[in-house]
């Protein structure tokens, strides 16, 4: 059988159901296949599951805590749910024959089924270009970190504001106070470069910008106009950094990171973005130096197993640094800074991932 879930079978299943078609493409990438044998123990009552399992082929024998036992096979027409997808089994999971399930995480599926259901109850059947441009938040790395108690608070809070073609939206330059994910039309995104107009990229329906001057303060450093006319979804500085920079950018201390670099479970890596000619004059021990207008580029040479922890000298690219990394898919931490007058923190111990 195929390693990968067939987005057919997956509809067959409730919650999945109500996904469209992007938002199962989406996550048919986080559903592994299991493929077990005939008389195979699949789970135990009273254990806490970590997976929620899909039963599609095959049959399972289900044991109740009084021994009674309930022949269950994929054709069933109680067969739409996850397998006892409780805190804790319900019953013991016995194979009957060659059995396939797709599994995914419990949490990324609750996570997934939250931001959905929000989506949902904020749209009447016939506002589908809406559906589209939320779907398209919930696609992005970034956003599935917000936490369920913000989720409806971050659909609320956009305005809706109607764009004409060559409107420019924003002005490399200038100072930003607002976030905006294009709901329909499309638009060109440009940059001054040696006295030239050098095009950086073509955003249509879903794609959202305006954030980096939002994160660190700056000014824009990019202009984007309109290429149709359309409309835009916009949060303004305030609610941005309250919904999402606040939740998704997490400081650690020096010795939080030490403690990650010497004890975690994973590689851990100090990312210095600040110029190379800055990080060569205060160089961090074990420190990667990867430029903030270089780490966008070099995101795809980074690996996803370790856990980054961005720095620079004063907060602000450290930051947008740390949410880069995080709407890629990364996870990543912000290294609180010393005090003035305060103890300056240690250097960062030797790593293995250290840029030769």
């Not at 939206?169 to 499309?186: A, H, L, M, P």
């Not at 580029?297 to 450290?318: A, H, M, P, Q, T």
Request: proline share 4%.
């Amino acid at each position: 059988m195929s390693q990968h879930p067939d987005l057919d079978k997956l509809q067959e299943f409730m919650p999945l159901d109500c996904l469209t078609e992007s938002h199962l493409r989406e996550i048919q990438g986080q559903f592994e296949v299991l493929e077990l044998p005939a008389n195979k123990v699949v789970f135990k009552q009273g254990q806490v599951p970590q997976k929620a399992l899909f039963l599609i082929e095959g049959a399972v024998d289900l044991t109740d805590k009084t021994y009674e036992v309930r022949h269950f096979p994929a054709d069933d027409d109680e067969n739409y749910l996850a397998l006892d997808n409780y805190n804790q089994h319900t019953y013991n999971a016995i194979t009957t024959e060659a059995t396939v399930f797709y599994a995914i995480d419990r949490s990324h599926l609750d996570l997934l089924m939250t931001w959905t259901q929000a989506a949902e109850a904020m749209l009447d059947d016939n506002e589908e270009d809406s559906r589209d441009w939320m779907d398209a938040l919930l696609e992005s790395g970034l956003f599935s970190q917000i936490p369920p108690s913000k989720i409806q608070s971050l659909f609320t809070k956009f305005d809706e504001q109607e764009v004409q073609l060559g409107e420019t939206v924003i002005q490399e330059g200038e100072s930003g106070d607002t976030f905006y994910v294009i709901k329909e039309g499309k638009a060109m995104v440009t940059r001054e470069e040696a006295g030239k107009r050098k095009t950086l990229a073509a955003l249509t329906a879903g794609n959202f910008f305006g954030e980096d001057a939002l994160i660190s303060q700056d000014e824009r450093n990019a202009t984007v106009t309109m290429t149709s006319d359309g409309t835009l979804m916009c949060l303004d500085q305030d609610e941005f950094r309250s919904l999402l920079q606040e939740t998704v950018i997490q400081h650690v201390t020096t010795a939080e990171m030490r403690e990650m670099m010497e004890n975690g479970d994973r590689a851990c890596v100090l990312l210095d973005v600040r110029l190379p000619m800055e990080f060569k004059h205060d160089r961090k021990p074990g420190a990667k130096n990867v430029p903030l207008t270089e780490l966008r580029r070099e995101l795809k040479n980074l690996e996803k197993d370790f856990v980054y922890v961005v720095s620079c000298d004063g907060g602000g690219r450290s930051q947008l640094g740390c949410y880069l990394l995080n709407e890629a898919g990364f996870e990543a931490y912000v290294l609180d800074q010393p005090q003035p007058g305060g103890k300056q923190a240690e250097a960062a111990p030797e790593s293995d991932a250290e840029a030769e």
